[in-house]
C-alpha cells in the first residue's frame, strides 16, 4: 500500500466516524476534526483529479457543503472563546450579553448542522465517499510530482503574486489564509521528513495568525450589531482594539513568510493598515 493509499483510507475512516459522531451532540472538537478531515480529503482529491461519475460529484459536493455549515459552528465556538478571554471586568454585563447572543446562534446553526447530517444518512453518502477517496488513490501517477515539491512551487507562485500587491489590505490578508491553509494540506500528503515538517508548521504558524485577525473581526461584527447604536461601549472598544493589534501581528507573520519565498529581483509586499470602512464596521 502507497503512503497516499493509506492516506485515503485513513481519511475515509475519519469522515465516517465524525459525520456519524455529529448526529447526536457537535461538540466543538468533533467539528473541528471533521472540518480538517474534509479539507485533507478535498486536497487529497483535487492532487489526484480521479474521474468521478455524477453520483460521486454530488457527494463531493454534499460534502464541501456539510464542511461549510459545520464551518458556521466552529465560527461561534472561537467567538465564544475568544470573549471569554476579554479580562475588561466593567463590561461584565455586556460580555455576558453578547455570550448569550453567540449561544443562541450556535444552538441554531448546530441544529441544522445535525438536520443537515441527518438527510444525508439515508443515502449512500459515506460509501460514496469511501468510493471517492479509493478513486483519489489510485488516480496519483506513479512517477507523478512530490505533493511536498507541489506545495512549494505554489507557495512561491503565491509570494510572487503577493509581491505585485505591493499592499496586505484585509482583503487580500484573508485570500492569502485560505491559500496557505490549501497548501499545508498539499504539503501534509508528502512523506513525513524534517522538510516537510518544517514547511507545515511554518505555515501553520502564519496561518493561525491571520486565522485569529480573522475570527476577532466576525468578533468584533457581532459586538457592533450588539451594541453599536451606543456612543460608548467599553466592551466594543477592547474588541475593536484587539482586532486591530491581531491584524498588525498577521500582516508581519505573513510578510515574514512571503518575503522568504519571493523570487530574485520581485518587490517585497508590503502592509498597510485596514481601510476607514473595513475599521469602522468592525
Known sequence: ??????????????????????????????????RTTIRRTETLVNYAGPKLGKKLEKALEELRMLRKRAGKVRDLDIQIGLLGAIGNRSASADRRALLDALKKKRARQAERLKAAVNKLEGSKFLNRLERITEKASESVPQNGPDPLQVAQKELAEVANEFSTTLALKPSRLHDLRIKLKLLRYRAELAEETPEQKELIERLRSVQDAIGEWHDWGMLAEGAEKQFGNRVSCALLAEIRSLFTARFSAATSAALNLLATCVPPGKKKPSSVQPSGAFAQRA
Open 1 to 34: 500500500m502507497t503512503l497516499l493509499q493509506q492516506r485515503s483510507k485513513d481519511f475515509s475512516a475519519d469522515l465516517s466516524k465524525y459525520v456519524s459522531r455529529l448526529k447526536e451532540n457537535p461538540t466543538q472538537k468533533g467539528i473541528h476534526r471533521l
